[in-house]
C-alpha cells in the first residue's frame, strides 16, 4: 500500500504545485510574475500584463507590438461557431453560450502549434465573450474593430460604444484584475485537464464550466442583482438582517486566500468613486456598495471581494448582467493558458485519492430476493 | 498565515474526498459500493450497475424497471444538438464532438431537478457518442431503438447491427468497468467543477475535457492503434525494444493504483479468449495481446490496464477506433453523476493552494528602458 495523506476538505491550504505565475496571500497581498497588482494597475496596460503573465516578463516595444498585433489579426471567429451559437437560442445563459462557442472552436480550429492554439484562442475568446448573449438571440456578431486595443475592442463589443478616458481605464485594470488568481477553482480545473495532455481549448472548456458555477464564477452577477435588489443605502441592514436569519450567503464577500481585503476590491472600489464623481453629485450607488460592505465586515468580518466592486463598474459602463462572468472568462483565459503551460512543462497526471467508507466484499443478491 | 501542507506531485495518495462510491486497491481489488467487480460482472446487467453506482444499493425489480424505462425514454436528442454536431464538418474527432454536442445540450436542456437533469444526460450521452462520428460527417443519425437495454443499444447504435449473445454480454461488461473508478482525472475533475456548484452538463462538459487527454481517456484508441501497428505477436519485442529505445510510453499498461494487474483488464483478458474461440480457429489477436503484454510485464514490471483488453473487444464488435473514447464517456458518465452527488451533499469549493516560487517587489520599468 503506497504512502496515503488526508488532505483538508476543499484541499484548503494544500499545495498541489509550484508556480510562478502570480502569488495571492491572505494578508491582502497579489502579484502577478512579481509585480505587485497595483503597480501594474497604474503602470501597465492590459496587453502588458497579458503578455507578462504569460511569459514572465515584461515586454520590450517590439515583443508588445507583436503580441498586440497577434491578438487583435486572431479575432476572428469561424462562420461556424457564430451559427452553433444561434442554435443554442435566445433562451440559452451566455455563460451556456460560451462554453459551448469555445468547446466548438477548439473542434475546429486546426492551428498546428500550441503557442498558435493558445494565440487563436485567446483572441476569440474575447470575441465570443462579447457575443455570447447577442448572437443566440438571433443579433448579428459584433466582431473587433480596427485600431483599438484589446479592453477597449471588447468593451466596444459589448456596447456598441468606442469607450475612451477613464472608464476605459477602469475597464482594462478590472480585466486585468480578473486575468489570473493562482489556483482558484477554474485554473485548478484547467490544470487538472492539462494534466492529461489534453489541447488547450478542452482545457478552456472545462474552465468555462467551473466558471458556471455560483461559487466561483457566476458571482459578479449576483453581486450586481443583489445592490439592485437593495437599490438604496438605508436599506442595506435591513436586507442583511433577513439575509443573515434566512442563512444566505451574501454574494460578493469572502474569499478562500483574502480574509482581511482583497487587494482588487480596494482597488475597484477607489475606481468606482472616482467614476461616479466624474459622472456627476449623485453618489448613491457608491454609498449602497459601501454601506453593505460596511455591515458585512462589522458583523461578520468578512470582506469584500472583486466580484462585489467589478460588478456595479461594470454596470454603469453599460454592459448587461449576464456578460460578467464571460467578461471574467476573457480575461481569465490568459492565467488558465499560463497554468495550462507551466502543468505541461512538468506534468504528472493530477489523480487523487479517496478513502472509501462503503462496504467490501458484498455478495451478489438475485433480483427476486431484494 | 493559514497551515500549508505540501502534497506530493499530481496529489498521487492524497486522500482529497470520503467516498461511498468505488474502491481500487493497488493489490487489484475494484468494488462497486461493496460489490467486487468479479461478483457484479457475474451477474449484474449494465442498468442494474448503473442504478447501484448512483443509488448505493442494488435496485429492485420495479426499482430497476423504472431506471431503465427512464433511460430508454430519455434518449431523444433535440434536433438542434444534432445540428450543432453536423455544422463541426467532418474532419472533426469525435471526443470533441461529443464534448461540445454535451455542452450544448445543457445550454438547452430545460428539465427543472438535478435529479431529472441527471437522468436525461446519462440517457443522452450514450446516443450522441453513437453518433459523434456519424452526425458530423454528414450522415443522418441512428437513435436508439425500441426493446433493447443500455448496452444493446449502445452496440446497435455504434454499429447498425442488433448484436446478442456472448458478443453483446461482453460489451455490457466492458461498459460496466469503464462506468466508475473512483478519482481518475475525469471524475475529479467534475468534482471539482460540481465543487463550483455549477449544473451537471457543465461537470460533464469538463469530464469530457478531461478524457480528450491522451494520459486518460485517449488510451484505448492508441492502443488499439499500436496494436494493429505491431500486428503479429512475433513483432511485439521488436516493436518494445524500439520504443524503449525511443523513450515512447507505451499505451495500455500502467495505472496510477494498481501495481501488480488491473482487475477489469484480467476480465476483458478471458473475455477476448473467449469471443475469439467462438470466432474460429484464428487466435492471433489474442497471442498479439498477450505477447505485448507478457514483454511489458517481463521486462518493466508494468500490467495491462483495462484499456489495454477493452480495445481489441470495441475492435472485434466492429466499432470504429476513434469512438472508443466516445464509448467511455458514455458509461462513465454514471460514476461522474455518482461523484457530481457526493460532491454536493457536503460540498466545500475545491480551491488548493501553490507554492510561489517567483520574485517580490518588483518595480515596474517603463517600456523603454527593457
Not at 190 to 212: F, H, I, M
Not at 335 to 350: D, F, P, R, S, T
Request: hydrophobic share 40%; glycine share 8%.
Amino acid at each position: 500500500m503506497p504512502v496515503q495523506v488526508r488532505a483538508p476538505r476543499g484541499l484548503a491550504g494544500v499545495i498541489v504545485a509550484e508556480t510562478r505565475i502570480a502569488k495571492s496571500d491572505s494578508d491582502g497581498a497579489l502579484v502577478y510574475r512579481g509585480y505587485p497588482i497595483r503597480e501594474l494597475a497604474e503602470n501597465a496596460g492590459f496587453e502588458e500584463t497579458a503578455y507578462l503573465i504569460l511569459n514572465g516578463t515584461l515586454p520590450n516595444r517590439s515583443q508588445l507590438s507583436e503580441f498586440s498585433s497577434t491578438l487583435a489579426a486572431e479575432g476572428g471567429v469561424p462562420y461556424a461557431v457564430y451559427e452553433i451559437m444561434r442554435r443554442l437560442g435566445k433562451d440559452v445563459r451566455p455563460i451556456d453560450a460560451l462554453r459551448t462557442a469555445c468547446s466548438a472552436l477548439g473542434s475546429v480550429d486546426r492551428r498546428s502549434t500550441v503557442a498558435a492554439v493558445q494565440a487563436s484562442l485567446e483572441a476569440k475568446m474575447s470575441v465570443l465573450a462579447a457575443n455570447c448573449r447577442r448572437v443566440p438571440a438571433g443579433e448579428k456578431p459584433r466582431g473587433p474593430r480596427e485600431g483599438l486595443g484589446f479592453a477597449a475592442n471588447l468593451l466596444y463589443m459589448l456596447t456598441g460604444k468606442v469607450h475612451e478616458g477613464y472608464d476605459l481605464w477602469v475597464f482594462e485594470r478590472v480585466l486585468m484584475f480578473y486575468m489570473e488568481h493562482d489556483l482558484n477553482a477554474s485554473s485548478f480545473t484547467v490544470r487538472v485537464v492539462a494534466s492529461t495532455l489534453a489541447d488547450p481549448y478542452a482545457a478552456a472548456t472545462a474552465g468555462l464550466a467551473a466558471l458556471k458555477g455560483p461559487l466561483h464564477g457566476g458571482a459578479n452577477e449576483g453581486a450586481m442583482r443583489m445592490l439592485l435588489e437593495v437599490g438604496e443605502p438605508e436599506k442595506a441592514r435591513r436586507y442583511l438582517d433577513k439575509a443573515f436569519s434566512d442563512g444566505r450567503k451574501v454574494i460578493g464577500f469572502g474569499h478562500r486566500v483574502y480574509k482581511k481585503f482583497d487587494p482588487r476590491a480596494v482597488l475597484c472600489k477607489e475606481y468606482l468613486r472616482e467614476m461616479l464623481r466624474r459622472r456627476g453629485p449623485d453618489d448613491r450607488l457608491f454609498r449602497l456598495c459601501e454601506s453593505i460592505e460596511k455591515e458585512m465586515w462589522e458583523r461578520k468580518g468578512i470582506p469584500a471581494n472583486l466580484d462585489y466592486y467589478a460588478a456595479p463598474i461594470f454596470y454603469l459602463l453599460g454592459i448587461e448582467i449576464p456578460l460578467y462572468t464571460p467578461i471574467f472568462a476573457a480575461a481569465r483565459v490568459f492565467g488558465w493558458m499560463a497554468h495550462y503551460n507551466e502543468q505541461v512543462a512538468e506534468n504528472k497526471l493530477i489523480r487523487p485519492d479517496a478513502e472509501y467508507l462503503g462496504a467490501v466484499d458484498l455478495r451478489y443478491v438475485p433480483i427476486a430476493n431484494r
